[in-house]
Every structure is written in structure tokens, then in C-alpha cells.
């Protein structure tokens, strides 16, 4: 449209001229209904018809209202650009007067206001309608050319046919055809070829200069093409580099943090959201709405169906033909790292007059402990040689390669197998070793031990239990748990029937180190002694190995003492103070051995706090002592004794076997009598949590499931194995299975052993069974720990309201008994003197008589006669 | 001050409850009962999660706004309270 104005422009000139001959007629005078104004800037701005900007030449249109140019008009009286229209303007009909930008000055002046409504009208309408002519002029040129189809019309020659006919090739005539073909007789015959020179007429071409002809008309056709450039490029190949930032949150400085806090907005917030908060929280604790019961429910009857074994399968069972024979196992550990490896302890099985009588012949036989692989059933790995029969051993927590024992004559026995293991370690790598090497396994490496202790000073009646400190703690000498900076174990707790319980430390006491360092050097210069391959690790203990604490259990309100036969005291595991503990290789290297370890001296060392110092003790008369290791200095003498023990239960009848903590519960004990079995949790001391009926059979052996809570094993005289569950049953086992026919000596299961979960059972004639642990017997239920703790704070409850109720039968008891004392002391009826109490009874008498004779007297058996003469 | 510590005391001593975190609404914590990491954790991607809800919530109706929300895991529940200057994130395991 825009570059037509010009042209409508000239059109509306022109169709003025031709159509409005009356408004042609007076344009170019002034005409009537135009008056040309001049309008100042300010103006123009005020009424937003600035020249060139609000108006321009192809808008030159702007309607003003009436009553803005009257109230210019007032503001500004003669100076306003309008005055000079004033009288029309007021005497304007309509409320909207029409401004020309007149940009050819055509009327002499750049504005001109229309003045009549018709011509405003008129205006308006004109430039529409010049564009409405032009329109359809442009229409119906175009009109003509693209509505219509063209239509087809006989081709009309103009002489170009005749070139095409010259240039396409015809034929003149019809084409001839020939057939040649030589005559049949000629066809296969033998031919014969000859030379032929007559008759041939040569005609080469030559180059004839008379006559040429040169080509006027070429045909050639071309194409356009582009230019082609070759160009390439290379991408810059950077190596490539790692880069990394590093950023920090935006974090507030604590005053801008207090200024939030204080802001009145965080209050007004924090009101009004709690309450939402604490919806949702209460929401939460009422129900869980996501938990989806149904799986929750069948998870307790997790057991692949078809596999309904509950029974405890034999996997393997090991008997040695010379060492085994005539003699029981007193006690059974696996190796701590090394999978299917275990010890075993034998001994002899004679009591104590058959031993003096048969002295002699056993000096010759030594007692072993046996090391069997699951490899190698028929022969064992390795052979421990004890000085005595070993009652009870254990491997040393740290470091799996040193063994503890306690024989029958009170000695402690120390053993290092660091030469073996990787015979042990071979043999779980499989069977090829074994039959390649037959060498080696001809011979069983037999390990002497490598410390014993003095006999003096040690125990004086077989060692019945054995157990090793964790290495997170130390005991100083009056028995306070220490800080441990080897972080090794060290220091271990034997108790025998002697009545003591005695802890022994591994490493030299500092007062010995002076005149040790004179030995140490001494030694130093020649190569030590190595008697029977025996590694040095403990020689400086060897024969002159002494406890650093006595723990005496005397009874308590009676003389005598209590004669221990198997104790637990807490597993205390601790924080290290300094640090996270440093990985164990690197302490490996750091420590050369036991021998350069010393007692740290007591100022050094840090007391810990959280450790328990309390042990539970089982006694040969069946009580269960509870005391404290921890000696007192008794001030008179300066000696160290042990405090008396706090409490004590006679739980069993007859001797404890075991006295064994829950690997689950570290307050829940079970010990085992001859006659039952009693569960205790440490802190409840008035009696046992549950405590078992009494069975037909004698118990030797109890053990709890490592993986099941509510589990555990004991172990019966008749060589039988009862399982208990305690979510169960508690009156009864939930299983009882046979599994050999001398009585059990030990159970023992192992944490970790592959894909089995096996149980170790020793028995008296020196078999050593390895049964498997059904899934039923070994996978927890989800919920088990929470509902064995549950059973046992309810028997917790139960035991603490039987108190209850027992303190107050008392009270009421003593009630009942004031009350009758008070009935007897009561001040007695007095006594009448004994002449009322005569004419009293007179009295009475001679009613009594005439009562009886009126009685008489009506019935009609007295006749007046006797009664006159009676009278 | 004691109001805001009184509230969160109230709301600390409800059963489960973990850890509280006050932030202000650019993300930046102001005051919390967990450790600096956890909170700058909590606060910087709970942040984002905010803003993406509320995005959505009035994209789909303007006049709309979000009032809470509330991220249920396996562990533990997140509950978020948004408004215009701050926000309050609670953390709570209500099955313990």
C-alpha cells in the first residue's frame, strides 16, 4: 500500500478533478471547508500531532476532540493556535474535528482543519476510496490473465517445421533385405583358402586441396558449471585435558544467620507452618501407610518350598585311627580366618586315679591338639603338642596364628603356627596340592608350643576356661581397663577350680626390662637357641610366665570360696580416643613381636571409660557368682585384694558347663547345669529370666546360634543334640536329633564358612561330627531380634513383679500378724468375783424349775399331789 | 528467636524425627540440627525440588500455589513447608 499513496495520491487529484468536479473545482484556492492553521510544536505535542511523527504523510489524518481545543483554547486564550477557528470550532455539531497534516502545503500551510462535517466525511472516505478504484483496475487487468484457463488453439505454422524436418534423418525408401548363404553341399566341407589379388581395386582416402569443406553449422551444447574449489579444513585436536572445579556452598556468616532468626517474617512463617508439620508427623507415627502388609506377612515363612529339612545333616565327620582313639574331645574352635579349618583338643579319658595309675604310660603318649581340614578327612593338618592334656583352648583374636591353652595341671600354654599356615591355607585351595605333594603330607608337622607358664605361679588345679581380652582395651594392674596402644590382644583370663580367676599379660612387666635389656643384648650377640623349631615369639615368657592379677572369688556371707568353672565377662568394644584405628598391615610391620612389647608404665596410660569390669562366673556347686575384677588396695597392708563378689544365684545343683553370652544380646547370658538350662540378663539380679524344667537326661554343653537370636544348642549326655527356640517353645526343644552315641562334649558353629553353615559337635570317644544347619535353623526372621528382646523384657517384667507381689505378701503378711497381736493385747472383759457367778447360776437353776414344772404341768403329767409335796 | 527455637524443639521432640533445616528462599540454610554437610545437601537439591513443584503446580492452574510436600522413601519421610521468604524441611523415620 505504501508505495501507492503517492499514486492515490496523484489518483485522488485526479479523481477529484474527474469525479468531484465541485471539490476539484475549489482546491486549489482555499476552499470553504479548509482552513489551513499553523500549529507550534507545543501544540503539535499537546495534541499529539507532531509533523513527521504522530502525522505523517500517509496518516496525515488525526481527529481532535472538540472539548481539547476548547480547553486550549480557555488555557491559553489569544496565544492558542486555535483561535483564530474559535467560533467554528464551538459552533462545531460533532464532538470530533478532523486535522490534515498537510505535508505539500498545498493549502499554503502544513495543518488544515476541515471544518463541516461533510467534508470531514468526505475526507475520510476519499482516500478509501481512490484505493477502491485502484483496486479494481489492478483486478481486472489481472483478471484477464490468471483466472481464465488458457484455451488450446490449432497450432498455427510459422515456417519453424521446416528446419526440423531438414535436421531429422527419414527414410527415403523402404528398407531391402538380403539373405546370403552358401549352398548346402559347401557347408562342412573342407575349405581351402588361396590368395586373391585380381579384382581388387584400392581407394584411400587422400587430401584433395581443390576441394574442402568446412563446417558452417556445429552442434554443440553447453552447460554451465560452477567453479570448483578445493578447500579442507582442520579441526584443532586439543589433548585432552582433566579438568575439575571445585565449589563451595553459599553459606551465611552467623550474624546474618542471627539476623534471620530474629526477623519477625521467620517467626509469622514458622507459626504457621508447625501446625502442618506436626499433622503429617503424627500422620506418620499413627500408621505407615506404605508398608504393604501382605509382603511383610508371607517374609516370615521365607523358606523355599520343597526343601522341608529342619534336621541337622552330617557333612563330615573326622576320627583319627592313632590319635583319636580312647580318647575324648575336650574342646572345639574354628579357625578364625581360615575357612574349614578346625582344632581340636584331645584328651585322655580317665579320671584322676586311673591318670596316677597310668602315669607312666601317659608321659610316653603326649596329648595333641588336632588341626582337621575339610580336605583331608582322613589325616589332620597339623599337630599342636601340649605338655598336658589341654582342657580348653583359643585362638588369639589379632592374630589368628597364636593359640592359648590351659592344661589340666594348671599351666597356660602358648603356641605360634605362623610357620604353617600356608599349609593350612593350601590345603583349602584343593585337592591337587594333596596329591602332587605327597611329601609334605606324609609327615604332619607337629608344632611345639612355644610359652608355658611357671607352675608356681600359675593355677593350681586344671584350667577350665580360657578367653583373650579384645584388643581395645588393656587392664592395668589393680584391673582398670586401660587404653590399648598396640592395639593387638595381649592380655588374657584363665580360671580353674583352684578358686581364682587369674589374667596374664603377654608382654615382659617393665620392672624385668632393666636387667632384661643386659639379657636382650647377650642374646643378641649369639644366635638364640632354637630347640625343635620352636619360633621365638614367646621365649621371654617361657617357664617364668606369671599372672599380673589374682582375682579370688571368696563367698559371700560364708568363709570358703567359690571354685570356677567357666565365666563370661562383656564384650567391650571401644572408640579409639586417638583417631580412627590405623589399618592393620601397617601395624603388623610396626610390631617386631611380643618380645619388644612392655607393660606401659600406669601414668602413661588413659583409664577407660564404658568398660564393664563385671564377670560372670559358674561354679562347680552350680551357682552363678557375679563380681567385679577390679582389685582394691586394702590400706592396712598395702596388698591388692578383689572385692567380694555382689551377687550370687544357685541356679543348678550340680557343676556349671557353660556360661556362654548371647552374640546378639551383650546382657543376655545362658549357662547350662546338668539338669536344665537358666537364660540371665545382666542387671536383673534377682534371679534368672528363664530357667528350664529339668531334663531326663544330663546337659553338657550349651551354644547359641550365631545367626539366630532366639536359637541356641544343648548339647546331652546321650550324645544328642536338642535345638530351642525360644519364640517357639520354651518348655521343650523344638528338635531333638541323635547324632552319636557317647555324650557331647562341645558345640561349636562357625560364622563363616562358605555357602554352609556348619556345626562343629565333639563328642567323649573322640569323633568330631560337622553337621549342616538347615536354612530354617540358620535365616532370621525380620523381626526376630525385636521379638526375642520383647520375651525378654517380658520375663524381666514377670520376674520383677513376682517381687512385687512378694514384697507385698510380706507387708501383707506382717498386716495380718499386727492385726492379731492387737487382738491379743486387747484389755480382757472383766472378771465377775466367783459368789455373783454361784448366785447367778442359782438363779437360773430355780427359773429352769419352774419353767419345768409349768411345762409339765400343761402337758398333764404332773399330779398336784407330788407337786405339793415336792414343794 | 525463642518462638522459632521453641517451635523447633516441639517439632524435634515428635517420635522419628530426625533433623530440621530452616532455609531462606534462595537455598541457603540458616539454621539446622544436623551436621554442615547433610544440611547444605538437603538444602541446595531440596531447593531445586521446591522450585520444580511449585513451577508445576501453577503452571497447571495460576491461582493455585503449593502449600506442602512430602518425599516418602525407603528410610525415612522428607517433609518440605514452602512460603515466600523461607522454607522448613523436617526429616523423619517414623517406623524406628
Redesign the interface.
Known amino acids: 500500500m505504501p508505495p501507492k499513496r503517492p499514486k492515490s495520491k496523484v489518483i485522488k487529484e485526479k479523481e477529484k478533478k474527474n469525479e468531484t468536479p465541485d471539490e476539484g473545482a475549489s482546491e486549489s484556492a482555499h476552499p470553504e471547508h479548509i482552513f489551513p492553521l499553523v500549529l507550534t510544536s507545543v501544540t503539535q505535542e499537546l495534541f499529539g500531532c507532531r509533523a513527521d511523527e504522530d502525522v505523517t504523510g500517509e496518516n496525515p489524518f488525526k481527529l481532535l476532540r472538540k472539548e481539547d481545543i476548547v480547553q486550549d483554547m480557555k488555557t491559553r486564550a489569544a496565544v492558542s493556535d486555535f483561535s483564530p477557528v474559535k467560533h467554528i470550532v464551538l459552533e462545531y455539531p460533532e464532538d470530533e474535528l478532523l486535522l490534515v497534516f498537510d505535508r505539500d502545503f498545498t493549502y499554503g500551510q502544513c495543518f488544515y482543519l476541515v471544518l463541516t462535517v461533510e467534508a470531514k466525511d468526505n475526507m475520510m472516505k476519499s482516500p478509501a476510496q481512490a484505493d477502491d478504484d485502484e483496486e479494481p483496475m489492478k483486478d481486472e487487468e489481472e483478471h484477464v490473465m490468471e483466472p481464465k484457463t488458457p484455451e488450446s488453439h490449432p497450432w498455427i505454422s510459422q515456417g519453424s517445421e521446416q528446419e526440423i524436418e531438414d535436421e531429422s534423418l527419414t527414410h527415403a525408401r523402404p528398407r531391402l533385405r538380403y539373405k546370403i548363404s552358401p549352398l548346402m553341399r559347401h557347408c562342412g566341407a573342407p575349405v581351402c583358402f588361396s590368395d586373391g589379388n585380381d579384382g581388387y581395386v584400392e581407394c584411400s582416402s587422400y587430401e584433395d586441396k581443390s576441394f574442402s569443406i568446412t563446417r558452417m553449422e556445429r552442434d554443440t551444447s553447453i552447460q554451465a558449471s560452477r567453479d570448483t574449489t578445493h578447500s579442507s579444513t582442520q579441526t584443532l585436536w586439543k589433548y585432552p585435558k582433566n579438568m575439575c572445579t571445585q565449589y563451595e556452598?553459599?553459606?551465611?556468616s552467623p550474624e546474618e544467620?542471627e539476623h534471620?532468626?530474629?526477623s519477625e517474617?521467620?517467626?509469622n512463617?514458622?507459626?504457621?507452618?508447625?501446625i502442618?508439620?506436626?499433622r503429617?508427623?503424627?500422620q506418620?507415627?499413627i500408621s505407615?501407610v506404605?508398608?504393604d502388609d501382605w509382603t511383610v506377612l508371607c517374609e516370615d515363612d521365607g523358606v523355599p518350598t520343597g526343601k522341608t529339612e529342619t534336621q541337622l545333616k552330617e557333612y563330615q565327620s573326622f576320627m583319627d585311627l592313632h590319635f583319636s582313639r580312647e580318647k575324648s574331645i575336650s574342646h572345639v574352635h574354628w579357625h578364625p580366618s581360615i575357612s574349614g579349618v578346625i582344632a581340636v583338643a584331645m584328651t585322655e579319658r580317665l579320671s584322676l586315679e586311673e591318670r596316677i595309675d597310668n602315669s607312666t604310660k601317659l608321659l610316653l603318649n603326649p596329648s595333641y591338639i588336632l588341626f582337621w581340614s575339610f580336605t583331608d578327612p582322613i589325616n589332620p593338618q597339623l599337630q599342636l603338642e601340649c605338655p598336658e592334656d589341654v582342657l580348653c583352648f583359643q585362638f588369639c583374636p589379632s592374630d589368628p596364628n597364636i593359640i592359648a591353652g590351659g592344661c589340666i595341671n594348671g599351666q597356660v600354654v602358648l603356641w605360634d603356627i605362623s610357620a604353617h599356615v600356608e599349609r593350612l591355607q593350601d590345603t583349602r585351595s584343593g585337592g591337587d596340592n594333596i596329591s602332587n605333594n605327597l611329601d609334605k603330607n606324609d609327615v604332619i608337622p607337629v608344632v611345639r608350643y612355644c610359652a608355658v607358664s611357671g607352675i608356681e605361679n600359675g593355677h593350681k588345679a586344671p584350667v577350665t576356661d580360657i578367653q583373650w581380652l579384645p584388643e581395645t582395651f588393656e587392664l592395668s594392674r589393680f584391673g582398670i581397663p586401660v587404653e590399648n596402644s598396640s592395639r593387638v590382644c595381649v592380655q588374657m583370663v584363665t580360671c580353674a577350680l583352684d578358686c581364682c580367676v587369674l589374667f596374664w599379660d603377654l608382654r615382659l612387666p617393665r620392672a624385668v626390662s632393666q636387667s632384661l635389656t643386659d639379657v636382650k643384648q647377650k642374646s643378641e650377640e649369639k644366635p638364640p637357641e632354637n630347640p625343635h623349631g620352636v619360633p621365638n615369639t614367646f621365649k621371654h615368657l617361657n617357664l617364668t610366665w606369671k599372672p599380673f592379677i589374682r582375682v579370688s572369688l571368696p563367698k559371700i556371707g560364708s568363709t570358703g570360696e567359690y571354685s570356677p568353672l567357666k565365666f563370661s565377662f562383656r564384650d567391650n568394644t571401644v572408640d579409639y580416643i586417638t583417631g580412627d584405628k590405623p589399618p592393620q598391615d601397617a601395624e603388623r610391620e610396626e610390631v617386631c613381636g611380643f618380645a619388644q612389647l612392655r607393660v606401659p608404665s600406669a601414668k602413661q596410660q588413659k583409664p577407660l571409660e564404658n568398660i564393664s569390669t563385671k564377670l560372670y562366673v559358674g561354679t562347680e556347686d552350680g551357682e552363678l557368682v557375679y563380681t567385679d575384677w577390679k582389685m582394691e588396695k586394702d590400706n592396712d597392708s598395702g596388698r591388692l585384694f578383689s572385692a567380694k563378689p555382689t551377687h550370687q544365684f544357685l541356679a543348678h545343683h550340680t557343676l556349671v558347663n557353660t556360661v556362654s553370652r548371647s552374640p546378639f544380646f551383650k546382657d543376655i547370658i545362658l549357662t547350662v547345669g546338668s539338669f536344665g538350662f537358666a537364660i540371665w540378663k545382666e542387671g536383673v539380679m534377682s534371679g534368672p529370666i528363664l530357667m528350664s524344667a529339668c531334663s531326663k537326661v544330663m546337659c553338657t554343653i550349651g551354644h547359641w546360634s550365631l545367626t539366630r537370636p532366639a536359637l541356641f544348642f544343648i548339647g546331652k549326655k546321650d550324645g544328642t543334640i536338642e535345638v530351642w527356640d525360644l519364640l517357639q517353645n520354651t518348655h521343650e526343644p523344638s528338635q531333638t536329633q541323635n547324632i552319636s552315641t557317647a555324650s557331647i562334649t562341645c558345640i561349636r558353629s562357625s560364622s563363616a564358612c562358605g555357602k554352609h553353615h556348619l556345626l562343629a559337635v565333639s563328642d567323649r570317644i573322640g569323633t568330631l561330627h560337622i553337621l549342616q544347619i538347615p536354612w530354617t535353623l540358620r535365616k532370621s526372621s525380620n523381626n526376630e531380634k525385636k521379638n526375642v528382646r520383647k520375651y525378654f523384657e517380658k520375663e524381666e517384667e514377670r520376674l520383677e513383679y513376682f517381687e512385687k507381689r512378694q514384697i507385698k505378701h510380706e507387708k501383707h503378711k506382717k498386716e495380718m500378724e499386727a492385726e492379731q497381736l492387737k487382738k491379743k493385747t486387747e484389755p480382757a472383759v472383766p472378771l465377775k468375783p466367783d459368789e455373783e457367778l454361784e448366785a447367778e447360776a442359782l438363779k437360773e437353776y430355780e427359773q429352769f424349775l419352774a419353767l419345768e414344772k409349768i411345762v409339765l404341768k400343761n402337758m398333764g403329767l404332773l399330779t398336784d399331789t407330788i407337786d405339793q409335796s415336792d414343794l | 528467636m525463642a518462638e522459632v527455637d521453641e517451635t523447633m524443639k516441639r517439632l524435634q521432640n515428635q517420635k522419628g524425627v530426625q533433623g530440621i533445616i530452616i532455609v531462606n528462599a534462595e537455598g541457603i540454610p540458616i539454621k539446622s540440627t544436623l551436621d554442615n554437610a547433610s544440611t547444605v545437601q538437603y538444602a541446595g537439591n531440596i531447593h531445586q525440588l521446591l522450585m520444580k513443584a511449585r513451577g508445576i503446580v501453577r503452571d497447571i492452574d495460576p491461582q493455585n500455589d503449593l502449600t506442602f510436600l512430602r518425599i516418602r522413601s525407603k528410610k525415612n519421610e522428607v517433609m518440605i513447608a514452602p512460603d515466600k521468604d523461607y522454607f522448613l524441611i523436617v526429616i523423619q523415620n517414623p517406623t524406628e
Open positions: 556452598p553459599r553459606e551465611f544467620k534471620h532468626l530474629r517474617n521467620l517467626k512463617f514458622i507459626t504457621s507452618v508447625a502442618r508439620f506436626e503429617s508427623l503424627q506418620n507415627v505407615d506404605f508398608c
